[in-house]
């Protein structure tokens, strides 16, 4: 009988040593949710109406989404910031409209707010900060500007490439995740500025276009990378603007007018995986969800 129940216990140790090794480790992933540039008050009610159910679906610990053309297409204000963060959006990211209004510029000080980095330093706000994601991961969210064809776009950036040079040191000292904002016109800057980011970054987003990329990829480094994530607005439109009058201003050169779609509003974004131990993502999807049918994720 000695003998039996030896043989059983050496029976059930080999068991659970195969399993010791051979179970997948559990990684410590967080969700990050990025949202494309929410455009007007077609943009800002899509988000109204479906964050709060992808937050639920997809247990989204931090989001992040891009507010430069929330106020009828062009920049933000302070009324429509506050309304963007009651949605709930944890960061507004920024590009070359945030200018627009210059009643947002003291919410740069008080709200979690970014405008590029890489301007020029006189300027109000900040283009980097430090936040606390619901998880308890800490999460660094940088804002930049790209400089091909974006001449006559805001404000006058400094090279990218070597202002994050500058700042990646910074971050490095107190976050576990860093996450990128680009906003840039040329899809070659924004791949060559993945490239030379991959492996110091947690992920890489392009806004700016309006439309949303198919080239979403996690680097060999780890930088989870896509070149635009797309715009959160009207999409019967072009990039944002009535038909009609974009049209007209093709047809005359004349450039009247200004007019935000109302037609074919869509949320689009990015859910980025990462594990908040390495600060290395592990996956990224492209969300698309519209106001009159239901999600459709894409990876």
């Known amino acids: 009988m000695n003998h039996i129940g030896t043989l059983v216990r050496l029976y059930f140790c080999t068991i659970l040593l195969a399993y010791q090794r051979t179970k997948v480790p559990k990684y410590h992933l967080m969700k990050i949710l990025v949202i494309g540039d929410i455009f007007g008050r077609p943009g800002r009610r899509a988000v109204r109406e479906l964050l709060p159910g992808l937050l639920r679906e997809h247990h989204i610990d931090f989001v992040i989404a891009n507010g430069e053309n929330a106020a009828g297409g062009k920049g933000l204000t302070p009324p429509i910031a506050e309304e963007l963060f009651q949605s709930p959006i944890n960061v507004i990211t920024a590009g070359n409209h945030i200018w627009e209004h210059d009643a947002i510029h003291p919410y740069f000080d008080s709200h979690p707010i970014l405008r590029p980095h890489n301007v020029h330093e006189s300027l109000p706000g900040r283009g980097w900060g430090y936040f606390s994601a619901s998880n308890g991961a800490r999460i660094a969210v940088v804002n930049m500007q790209g400089t091909v064809y974006m001449e006559e ?36 800057e924004k791949r060559a500025l993945g490239w030379y980011l991959d492996g110091r970054i947690s992920a890489f987003v392009g806004t700016h276009t309006h439309v949303q990329t198919a080239d979403e990829q996690v680097l060999p480094g780890g930088t989870a990378y896509i070149s635009d994530i797309g715009m959160t607005g009207p999409h019967a439109s072009v990039i944002g603007l009535a038909k009609e009058v974009a049209i007209h201003r093709f047809l005359t050169g004349e450039r009247k007018g200004f007019k935000v779609s109302e037609d074919g509003v869509r949320l689009e974004g990015v859910i980025i995986d990462v594990d908040e131990k390495t600060g290395r993502a592990r996956g990224i999807r492209r969300i698309q969800e519209s106001l009159s049918a239901g999600p459709a994720i894409i990876k």
């Open 153 to 188: 776009k805001g404000h006058k950036a400094e090279n990218a490439f070597l202002s994050i040079d500058k700042l990646l040191p910074e971050l490095e000292k107190f976050s576990d995740v860093i996450v990128l904002d680009f906003h840039a016109e040329a899809t070659s």
